[in-house]
Structure formats: structure tokens, C-alpha cells
């Protein structure tokens, strides 16, 4: 079993819906959560980094930490065509200096 | 402001060839890592350097050796390529561990490997 676990998809919504996006962890050491945007052929960067239980928002975009299910999610709300990417969970311990990977989501927006 | 810059952007390669990537970061990060990225696979870490001096190994380090040049600059070094190395290779930096393995990314460098 990996230690996070994300949902490959394709997810494939209309323009303009809400979007959920999840992960799910093992390892109750995990204290920082991020969420990583990757455009085709291009690196990944960082859209999301929350260090807590509860909800951060920035613009159109949510992440949300339930540390006691193990459990994060990114809501995107008035999804874009630009928002077609995918979109990657990462997490560390307090002692880690590597960054713990899920497999990315695949989002496609229809216009 | 560059952030990370790997070089080269693209690479083919025959069995057996060596080859080495660069790359180089100016946010004055202590950490820098090579990860590869593989359809279906996610990010995997290959070799990571949490500070200047030091290097450890990743989750798939076989076939690869890296060194730490600098505190800007990290190198990745194929030393015999194989067709199983055909991959996207990413460098990262970060200023720590902890809260801050906030990872910065290159654009990358697709490798072919014939």
C-alpha cells in the first residue's frame, strides 16, 4: 500500500463546475500538505500549502485537511479551461526533508 | 528571477552513453533533489541533498550518481544510460525540511534513451 493515495482519472468536468480533488494518507506523521498544479510538458508548481486542520482559501481554490480521516481534498470552484491540468498531493513529516508523492489527477475542463 | 534552471531541455542518448544533468537554483535553498517522472508513475526521488555536502539516496537511485557542486548547484550523472532511464527528469530545491520541504521545480529535461 502506498503511503498517499490519489485517483488518476481522467476527471472530466464542464466549465464551471466545482471540482474536488483528494488524497488520502497512511501516515499519521504527516504534518504539511501541499497541492502542486502540472501543465503539460512543464514542472510542477505549487498552488496550495497548508500546515493545519481546516480549510485555506486562495481565489477560486480551497484545500481542506482532516488530519483524523487522513484526508485532503482542493476544491476548485468556476472551473476554467486554464484549470485542465494535472494536479499533484504532496506531504512531509517534521523531520523529512523529502516530500511524500501522490500520483496526480488528471483534470480536464470542457468549454 | 529564474528560480531552477536544468539544462539540457531535451537529450537522446544510445545504450551506454553518460551523460550529466544540470541544474542550478538562485533562491539561496539549502535542499535540492532529482526526482523522474514516468506515465502512470507520479514523481519518484532518485537522489536528494538536504544541505551542501551531503547527498542520500531517493526511492529508485540505481544507475544514477549525483553531486552536490555547490550550495546553488546539483548534478545528476548517468553513467551508462539504458533504455529503462528514457524518462522526464525533474530537479527541485527547497529551503529545508519540515515545513519547509515547499518544493520549487525546473521545467525539466525529457531524455530519450535509444
Known amino acids: 500500500q502506498k503511503e498517499v493515495e490519489q485517483d488518476p482519472g481522467p476527471l472530466s468536468v464542464p466549465e464551471g463546475a466545482i471540482v474536488s480533488l483528494n488524497c488520502t494518507y497512511s501516515n499519521s506523521a504527516f504534518q504539511y500538505f501541499m497541492w502542486y498544479r502540472q501543465y503539460s510538458r512543464k514542472g510542477p508548481e505549487l498552488l496550495m500549502y497548508?500546515?493545519s486542520s481546516g480549510n485555506k482559501e486562495d481565489g477560486r481554490f480551497t484545500a481542506q485537511v482532516d488530519k483524523s480521516s487522513k484526508y485532503i481534498s482542493l476544491f476548485i470552484r468556476d472551473s476554467q479551461p486554464s484549470d485542465s491540468a494535472t494536479y499533484l498531493c504532496a506531504m512531509s513529516a517534521v523531520s523529512n526533508y523529502q516530500l511524500i508523492w501522490g500520483a496526480g489527477t488528471k483534470l480536464i475542463i470542457k468549454p | 528571477n529564474a528560480g531552477v534552471t536544468q539544462t539540457p531541455k531535451f537529450q537522446v542518448l544510445k545504450t551506454g552513453q553518460s551523460m550529466t544533468l544540470q541544474c542550478a537554483q538562485d533562491m539561496n535553498h539549502n535542499s535540492m533533489y532529482w526526482y523522474r517522472q514516468d506515465p502512470g508513475m507520479g514523481l519518484r526521488l532518485i537522489y536528494y541533498s538536504a544541505s551542501e555536502g551531503t547527498t542520500d539516496k531517493g526511492e529508485v537511485p540505481n544507475g544514477y550518481n549525483v553531486s552536490r557542486l555547490n550550495k546553488r548547484e546539483f548534478s545528476l550523472r548517468l553513467e551508462s544510460a539504458a533504455p529503462s532511464q528514457t524518462s522526464v527528469y525533474f530537479c527541485?530545491?527547497?529551503?529545508?525540511?519540515?515545513?519547509?520541504?515547499?518544493?520549487?521545480f525546473g521545467q525539466g529535461t525529457r531524455l530519450t534513451v535509444v
Open positions: 527541485a530545491s527547497s529551503l529545508g525540511r519540515g515545513r519547509n520541504t515547499e518544493a520549487f
Open positions: 497548508t500546515y
